[in-house]
């Protein structure tokens, strides 16, 4: 189905209609309309025009006003101020409106056929190394975009750019050959090996090897060696780095299965899946001088990066020694994503204190010609995890937090709030319940922060039922479910010839902006918007509820009208939920 025009969108036509009526020279002009709660719109445009046209803006707004045919959208346009026009639309429109949208499994929102490609780089960890909290913002935000793009249109390709390459694995490699039965493991119950089993493993190895590398001269050696028969190729040696990757990644889909994430093996394309890339990429930048040698590493200068003695900082692309660092790998994925994805837009779902790295190596493939005016690279950059202290997020002890922990932390607590509510649903329910409860509520503090802000990881006003919150949300869904099932015979059904309340025509008018919301979100990647929206929308239906009786409506139309808004609220709130990656049970 096409998508359902706004009652705003509807609204600046016929504006624009009348513009172009009265003044025939300002047809192109902007009305300038946007929400207002002095009326359901508020039109500024003509403000600007009067001064372009040196006329009385508020006798070119009467004009305006008087050019514009009765119809069934507009209920009054009124001329205020200096030459403002205050819009009212019918109480017809918004339920017409309102019934087009669902009638649409899209609820209305546009799908555009033509859009673009974009490859997004998120949720990265990093071999045989446990998660901790600062991995949780890379994969929530980066999830929602994925699922938010794809819902407008675009087709989406995901990358995993995991850290599966480096010195360390010379010294874990080499540890492993001199003690072959370290990861020789099976479960403790015989069966498969849980991701926890295999972090155990691994880490493990890594304290074992670390201790050894650090103690002993001998072993450092030949852990050194090994680095330089890893980067060669050497057989053994990859098929021994190859078990450290598998056994990470049952590691890694284990906590993102917990995260209710779908990484597929497919999208893992860690900073190994460019090695061969990286000579040539070396190559292209230095003899199109992009790159040039400064004493003997392969760097990229610009004018505006200087370090604190006032001296050019460049990017350095290949180390005097040989050796490739995170540019050469970068650079080499861009020319990847570029030239065989065939990207539009590179999204890098990255944390903020890498903006500079990104900022010049986005500028080198630019001068390199990999990225131009066809194809855009963008950094999505997000701030910090905070304690409720508003220091990073630690341990009393000082260490890191494990993710897996917070994560069964946030679940235990959700599950107690269900738990305490629970009308007739068993332990297997509430343990259900409580885990997409849990996740939903990290999840929803997250992307309900604009992504460049740090924010304070307080688990207690994440599962509380008031304020911003999923569970706020989840049990807005969950009360008109209950009432959609209480409703017996009486069916939602849209009655555009019946008055509405002011509570009705808010949450309507609210409905009705779902599929502009969703274009602002995709297109300035801002997931913090649909949160936002959603809040709002909870918001407005818990007035409407409170204010106007649904199956007690005076009349059967009324039943059937306020149920239909119900409905309605619930389809829009599980759309939006579903796209930030959260659930919404049917009970609570």
Known sequence: MASVPSLASTVQQRLADGLSAALPEAASADPLLRRSDRADFQANGILALAKQLKGN????????????????????????????????????????????????????????????????????????????????????????MVEILEFTGESVVRRHHIGDWGTQFGMLIQFLIEHPHELDHKAEDGGEVSGEEAMSNLNRLYKASRVLFDSDEEFKTRARARVVDLQAGDEQTLALWQRFVDESK????????????????????????????????????????????????????????????????????????????????????????????????????????????????????????????????????FGTVLGKDGKPFKTREGETVRLVDLLDEAIDRASAVVREKAQDLTEQEIAERGTQVGIGAVKYADLSTSAARD????????????????????????????????????????????????????????????????????????????????????????????????????????VENRLFLCDLTARTLHQGMALLGIRTPERL
């Open 57 to 144: 803006p508020r006798e070119l707004a009467t004009k305006v006003v008087e050019a514009i045919p009765a119809n069934d959208v507009l209920a009054e346009i009124e001329v205020s101020g200096p030459g403002f026009l205050n819009i009212t639309v019918t109480d017809a429109a918004i339920v017409r409106t309102l019934a087009a949208r669902a009638a649409d499994a899209r609820l209305g929102v546009p799908f555009n056929e033509s859009a673009g490609t974009t490859v997004i780089d998120y949720a990265q960890p990093n071999v045989a190394k446990e998660m901790h909290v600062g991995h949780l913002r890379s994969a929530v935000i980066g999830a929602a």
């Open 250 to 381: 049952i590691y890694f889909y284990s906590v993102f299965d917990k995260l209710d994430m779908d990484i597929r093996d497919p999208d893992v394309v860690g900073e190994s899946g460019y090695n061969d890339m990286l000579v040539e990429t070396c190559r292209l930048l230095e003899e199109s001088g992009v790159a040039v040698r400064s004493e003997g590493a392969l760097c990229v200068f610009f004018d505006d990066v200087k370090g604190p003695d006032g001296n050019p900082t460049p990017l350095i692309v290949q180390k005097s020694d040989g050796g490739f660092g995170y540019a050469a790998t970068d650079l080499s994925a861009i020319r990847d994503r570029v030239r065989n994805l065939k990207a539009s837009t590179l999204l890098y779902v990255v944390d903020a204190r890498q903006s500079l790295h990104f900022k010049m190596v986005f500028e080198t493939a630019r001068r390199a010609g990999w990225l131009n005016d066809d194809v855009k690279a963008v950094q999505l950059a």
């Open 455 to 558: 924010y304070k990881f307080d688990l207690d006003q994440m599962v509380s039922l008031h304020g911003d919150t999923s569970v706020y949300l989840q049990y807005a869904y969950a009360r008109i479910q209950s009432i959609l099932r209480k409703a017996g015979d009486a069916r939602p059904a849209a009655h555009a010839e019946l008055a509405l309340a002011p509570s009705e025509r808010a949450l309507g008018l609210h409905l009705d902006a779902f599929g502009e919301l969703i274009a602002e979100t995709a297109a300035e990647y801002a997931p913090h918007k649909l949160a936002a929206y959603l809040y709002q929308l909870a918001s407005h239906y818990t007035t409407f509820y409170s204010e106007c009786p649904v199956l007690k409506a005076d009349t059967p139309q009324q």
